[in-house]
């Protein structure tokens, strides 16, 4: 695949501190999304992929067996884990490597295990087989390692699937999320997963000044989730990374001139304009 660098790697699961949470899975260093507001640049400085973010991916292309050997040995319950939470585990080469879909098979022999997912692309669809056996246990108690609610995860939920969707519109979009799923493509996976009885929600985040937080832009798009049968949303402000910022002033310039201002009144404010918006 152009662009992917096959890797090996050393460990499959990595601790976190994430709420909800007790293991992170990345299948994937590097995204192709290229998203302008992605902090993992920021948190993987020192990954050979940080100064090509957005068009260089390496692909563990052992992580299914590293995976397959932690959870065998592993006494302790594994509880939930995040996939992924640097990168996109449903990024576009995940259609030809399948490394995510491996890590979840691996994953649903542990009845302790638990899921919960994050993504910008409509691949996750393709997973809906392997989502139905782990909803089977939705009901039951929440697994060890951790009975708090996690961002989006209902209580005792074994798997959840969250959609990142900034604004609604699909060609405002493409201009900060540039190989992503278009939002209409993610609501219309969205509807199919919660037909199918998965557990979906919403994650509106960053929230861009001057774009997305209208009245009228957060009605529709809200109106927009409910209309796929979502029925729990989250947000999140921008977080203002330099690297960040300046490829958003660029972009602000660039194609929406008239919210630059907003922008900038953000990134000298950020308490003031986050009370205010919510």
């Not at 260089?56 to 509880?79: S, W």
């Not at 989502?131 to 951790?146: C, H, L, Q, V, Y």
């Not at 989730?225 to 300046?246: C, E, H, M, Q, T």
């Not at 929406?256 to 953000?266: D, I, Q, R, S, T």
Request: glycine letters at 8%.
């Amino acid at each position: 695949t152009p662009g992917v660098q096959p890797v090996t790697c050393k460990t499959a699961l990595s601790r976190t501190g994430i709420p909800g949470h007790k293991y992170c899975l990345n299948p994937y260093t590097g995204c192709r999304h290229g998203c302008l507001y992605c902090y993992a640049p920021v948190i993987l400085r020192f990954s050979p992929v940080s100064d090509a973010w957005g068009t260089k991916v390496q692909a563990k292309v052992n992580i299914p067996d590293v995976l397959f050997k932690e959870v065998l040995r592993k006494r302790t319950p594994v509880g939930i884990v995040m996939l992924g939470s640097v990168t996109d585990a449903y990024q576009p080469c995940e259609r030809e490597l399948g490394l995510t879909r491996r890590c979840l098979e691996i994953l649903g022999e542990r009845p302790d295990a638990g899921v919960s997912i994050l993504t910008k692309s409509a691949l996750v669809t393709r997973d809906v087989d392997l989502f139905r056996r782990w909803i089977s246990g939705n009901d039951e108690a929440s697994p060890a390692g951790g009975n708090e609610d996690g961002i989006g995860r209902p209580p005792g939920a074994r798997l959840s699937v969250g959609f990142t969707i900034t604004v609604l519109e699909d060609d405002m979009a493409k201009a900060f999320e540039p190989g992503a799923s278009s939002p209409s493509e993610r609501l219309e996976a969205a509807r199919d997963l919660v037909q199918a009885g998965i557990p979906v929600w919403v994650f509106v985040a960053p929230v861009l000044p001057g774009i997305g937080d209208s009245r009228e832009s957060l009605e529709g798009l809200l109106s927009a989730i409910r209309d796929a049968g979502v029925s729990k949303v989250s947000f999140d402000r921008l977080n203002p990374y330099p690297r960040s910022v300046a490829l958003l002033q660029a972009t602000y310039r660039h194609r929406f001139p008239g919210a630059l201002l907003y922008l900038e009144e953000y990134l000298r404010h950020p308490i003031a304009y986050w009370a205010d918006f919510e």
